[in-house]
Structures are given as C-alpha cells and as structure tokens.
C-alpha cells in the first residue's frame, strides 16, 4: 500500500515512512492510494474475536512494512492490556440504540485503542533501524497518559511531557505522573496548555537541538491510529448483523479522527447508513456540515474537555476526498483557511458529506441532561463525552429500524466531578487502578521558559 499526501507535493510513502512522518512535508495528511476492499469478507469475519478482525483490517494497509506474525503479535500485545475479553464491548441501552465502549484500555479512554498499537509499532520499526526517537509532546488531558501508558518502558522511545501546572485533573495527572519506567519524564509547567504547546513548538523550531534530541510526535493525524480505529466499526457492525443489515454511529468529534475512521470504514465496504457527527459548544464542524461554514473562532471550555478544539486536523482527509482527491485544489482551500481562519463550503460538496454525514452541536445543559435521563432509563453511568455521543444520536435518529451505536469515549471515572454533578453518583475508578490516589508520582516543575526546558531535556536525556 502506498500513501499520498492531502496537498498533492509530498512525495509517496510506504506504510513505515506515514508511521515515522506524521504529517506530510506539504503541510498535507498522508491517505491510502486506494481503499482496500471487505465487503465479501465481512461474513466470514463474524464471530473472530477482535484481535482477528484487527489483524484482517490492518494487514492491507501494513504491507510488506511487518510481517504477519509479527504485526499478529503487536495486536496482541495491544489488545492484552484492556480488561474486557471483548476489546470494545457492545451494550444494549434502548429499542434498536446501543453503546459501544471504547474505554476499557490503560487510562480510560478511547485514545488507548489505536495508542497500544501506535507504541509498538514504533518500538518494532525503530529498534529495526537501529533509531531512538524523544517523543516531546504537550497534554491537557487524555492524549498524554495513553501516550505514556502506550511508551513505557520501550526501549528505542524516550517520553518527555507537559501538563499545564494545576490545571488537569487529579486522575488525569495521576495516570500520568505514577508511570515511573525510566524513559518517561513528566514536566509540570507553570502557565496554561496553550504555554505548553508554545513550548513544544518552539522546541520542535531549534533546529539543531530537534535533530540532536531527535524530537518526534504521536499525535492525532498519524495514519496508523486511524486505521487502528476503524477495527471497532467493523466488529461492532458485524454483532448487529451487518454485512446483511446497515448500521448508524453517533461519534463525540474534537479532531474529527474517530469519526473518520467510521467513514474509512463504509469506504472499504462496510454498510454504514449515518455518522452522527456530535460536538460540543465547540461547533465548527456541525457549521461546517449545517450551513457550509468551516471556520474558527476561540476555544470554550466544557465538561467534555477533549473535545474542546476550534480547527479538526483530520477534516482535511474527507475534504480530500469531496474536492474529488485533487490535492492542488485541497491544498490551495486549506492555504485559504489558513490565511482567513474561514473556508466556505460549495453546494456540490456539501451534498456530498450530507449523504452520510448529520451533525449536531450539543450543549452542557443537554449534556447533563442525557447523563440524568440514562442514568433513569438504563442505570448506567456514562462520561460527559458520551453523552454528548448520545444526545447527538437521538437529535439525529433516523429511520429508527437501522440500529445507532454510540460510541463511549471515556469512562465516568476520568471525569468525576461532571458525572456526580449531573447524576449524583461518584464514579469509582476500576478495580486495577483503585490505588491511583496512593501511589507515587514523579515529576518536574519547570517555569514557561524554553531555554528551560531545554537544558532541562538536554541534561535527562544527554
Ligand atoms: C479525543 C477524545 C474525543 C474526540 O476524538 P477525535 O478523534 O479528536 O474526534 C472524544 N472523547 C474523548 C474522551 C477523547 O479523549
């Protein structure tokens, strides 16, 4: 399989190269050439347990990078880590309304799912050239622990990251700072998220100490979390029945990376009727698909904190594709937008995604509101972002014959205080990491300083 970039002037890569690149030297994302087709090997698939379904979906797009047996093994592995035998659950909330829950990994959220795997695939490529990468990145939350949960302990990988001083959660910062395997290093900064990005950046922009520290990132528009994504579409579609009967998912969206891998998905032949794209109050993306309007204003923060985000990286993927895979015309849109901060989207393209594509923006009152209802209807505790998910399902149903899945990003326990505020009940933390809040933490403080923190690298890492 080879990949090509959204903008058209990046050269092609293999599977290793998008692992190792991120994004693309034209400020694109990396796509596959084609799409692999499933549609006549999805009956064959009922019953396999995930990890079999997870191999048979990755398998196309790894190529010749790994060998069967060994990405065999990096699932595994992957997948060992979770605390339910069926990976990604299916649970029955309503007539034809299910939840599908992502949220059974290390730290609690659906980033462990393609994180598990992201981090061995990594390990097993670096170590096999011979390279050792510092992966320095910066966390408001749950990108950061699956990171350090997905790193520690590889060898070839070396974790430095930064969480705004006081201000993430405590379980949020626990998950983080008990990691003690000697390549992860934890950095409090003294200022807001937005400091740490800074700080990252200008990092990644001294030239001479990124090539030296070798400065790498596992962020969100890495193609392998993708794929590694569209594996719980599949097995969750093939329960209710699929390929003989369609099914709809309702998708909590910040980056606009889960739900686009539930179109990767249909696009390989899975029957997909609806995504539901759900948002916050943080709504550019149900503007975009509502009224054609792709544009930014400033961050409002909520009780569903992943997914406060203004631009989503991965709409540039299925913009790609609606601009008809011309990657001069998509680069010269996103140059545009990234001028003005606007994009304006034509009728032809907007027909186009509402064919699959509904969006709804959710508010917190209806936030609370469905975390109270399910609670009375079902006895089940769910998280802020979920029930953003479920909101966004019910305000945007459909024929009510095609069974809608919702898909549970994080567990309540990650959010405690939104759950007890909307339901009355304080989630407790899983049995395996009951001890959270007695374990010892490690970890720097530094002031917002990038000469700082570089000396500070320089010195933990040589
Ligand atoms: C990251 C995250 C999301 C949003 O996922 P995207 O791929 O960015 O759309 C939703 N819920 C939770 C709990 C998350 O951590």
Not at 148 to 158: H, K, S, T
Not at 173 to 189: E, G, P, S
Not at 316 to 321: A, S, V
Request: aromatic letters at 8%.
């Amino acid at each position: 399989m080879r990949y090509i970039s959204t903008r058209g002037a990046a050269p092609a890569l293999d599977f290793e190269g998008v692992l190792l690149a991120g994004l693309a030297r034209d400020g694109g994302l990396y796509v596959p050439e084609s799409w692999p087709a499933i549609a006549d090997k999805l009956k064959g698939w009922r019953g396999l347990p995930y990890q079999a379904v997870a191999f048979e979906m990755l398998a196309p797009f790894v190529g010749d990078s790994l060998s069967p047996a060994t990405l065999a093994e990096l699932i595994d592995g992957a997948y060992g880590s979770f605390d339910h035998a069926a990976v990604c659950p299916l649970v029955q909330v309503g007539p034809n309304d299910f939840l599908l829950e992502l949220f059974h990994g290390p730290t609690l959220a659906f980033k462990d799912v393609a994180m598990q795997l992201l981090g061995r695939l990594f390990n097993t490529v670096l170590t096999r050239r011979g390279e050792q990468v510092t992966v320095l990145g910066a966390t408001s939350g749950d990108t950061g622990s699956a990171a350090i949960e997905a790193l520690r302990g590889l060898p070839a990988v070396q974790v430095v990251m930064l969480h705004p001083k006081g201000r993430v959660s405590e379980v949020q910062r626990r998950q983080m700072t008990t990691v003690l395997d000697d390549n992860i290093h934890n950095i409090a900064i003294e200022g807001t998220f937005d400091d740490c990005q800074a700080l990252v950046k200008a990092l990644f922009n001294r030239l001479e100490f990124r090539d030296k520290a070798r400065l790498s990132a596992v962020n969100s528009i890495n193609w392998a979390r993708i794929v590694a994504q569209t594996v719980y579409y599949v097995t969750s579609a093939l329960s209710l029945g699929a390929p003989d009967r369609a099914v709809s998912f309702s998708v909590p969206t910040g980056n606009f990376g889960d739900i686009y891998a539930g179109y990767v998905a249909r696009q390989m032949g899975l029957p997909v009727e609806r995504l539901v794209v759900a948002t916050n109050r943080n709504d550019i993306l149900a503007r975009a698909l509502n009224a054609g309007d792709y544009s930014t204003g400033t961050v409002q923060p909520t009780i569903s904190p992943s997914m406060d985000i203004q631009v989503s990286s991965n709409f540039e993927r299925l913009l790609f594709d609606l601009y008809g895979r011309d990657g001069a015309v998509t680069a010269k849109a996103m140059a545009g937008f990234q001028e003005s901060g606007r994009l304006a989207l034509g009728a032809n393209v907007l027909d186009q995604a509402r064919a699959l594509f509904a969006a709804v923006s959710v508010n917190e009152e209806m936030t609370r509101e469905t975390m109270a209802m399910m609670l009375r209807a079902t006895g089940l505790v769910v998280d802020p972002h979920s029930a953003v998910g479920l909101a966004g399902a019910a305000g945007a149903r459909g024929d009510r014959s095609v069974p809608m899945v919702t898909l549970a990003t994080a567990h309540p326990a990650k959010f405690p205080a939104a759950v007890e505020a909307a339901t009355g009940i304080a989630p407790g933390l899983p049995p395996r990491m009951a001890d959270l809040y007695e374990r010892d933490e490690r970890y720097a403080v530094l002031a917002n300083d990038a000469d700082a923190l570089q000396a500070h690298m320089t010195a933990i890492i040589g």
